[in-house]
């Protein structure tokens, strides 16, 4: 299986600042032959589903506020959000689909300083 | 407009078999690319990926439950189900169903159900 680690396990930052999520995974989740990253962003608020962000690893969901980004390739990747607003409090997760089991990150809790 | 909902007992008895369905609108699971997925979640704990169905039946499940889980679709219905056996008390968990499309998102999931929760007691 590929093992999917998410660093750092928590984080806080100020609102309207940078906050910044880390996901390795155990192989690289690279598809060479369409030079596809399978690897997809959830956020998930409490008391509620995941919510689909980011997935080919850099591709916004439709509805997705242009402040959250995706970025990397091979095994290292990051979910950006470039400022941080109230409604962004919420756990993060990563998940690559490239082979299964379609595993996901262990999750980032984001809160506010 | 997608929606998907789970169902199932709230409460299982260790050892039995759980059974849930995931009834899905807006989409069929014969058309092309489609995927349903069940993803659980115990309390306070990370998301866990258990097993996916796709449009032309092939079927991928968790490494670790490969021999309890079963997944199984029924197309004229718009269900999906899952059935998990053995239960024990480390499976109390939020279960959710979710949707995928393949050309579209991988096998990443774009619309979720609400969850159910599933308590396994002695």
């Known amino acids: 299986d590929i093992v999917m680690t998410q660093s750092p396990d928590s984080l806080a930052v100020s609102l309207g600042e940078r906050a910044t999520i880390n996901c390795k995974s155990s192989q690289s989740v690279l598809y060479s032959s369409n030079n596809n990253n399978y690897l997809a962003w959830y956020q998930q608020k409490p008391g509620q589903p995941p919510n689909l962000l980011i997935y080919w690893a850099s591709t916004r969901e439709s509805g997705v506020p242009d402040r959250f980004s995706g970025s990397g390739s091979g095994t290292d990747f990051t979910l950006t959000i470039s400022s941080l607003q109230a409604d962004d409090v919420a756990v993060y997760y990563c998940?690559?689909?490239?082979?299964?089991?379609?595993?996901f990150g262990q999750g980032t809790k984001l809160e506010i300083k | 407009q997608i929606t998907l909902k789970e169902s199932g007992p709230p409460v299982v008895k260790l050892t039995q078999t759980l059974t849930l369905t995931c009834t899905f609108s807006?989409?069929?699971?014969?058309?092309?690319?489609?995927?349903v997925g069940w993803i659980r979640q115990p309390p306070g704990k990370a998301l866990e990926w258990l097993a996916l169905i796709y449009w032309d039946d092939d079927k991928l499940y968790s490494s670790s439950l490969k021999s309890r889980l079963t997944i199984t679709k029924d197309t004229s219905k718009n269900q999906v189900v899952l059935t998990m056996t053995n239960m024990d008390s480390v499976d109390t968990a939020t279960y959710y169903c979710a949707h995928g499309m393949v050309a579209a998102v991988g096998g990443a999931f774009d619309i979720w159900g609400q969850g159910t929760m599933v308590t396994v007691s002695s």
């Open positions: 807006g989409f069929s699971l014969s058309t092309s690319g489609v995927a």
């Open positions: 998940q690559q689909y490239y082979s299964s089991p379609h595993t």
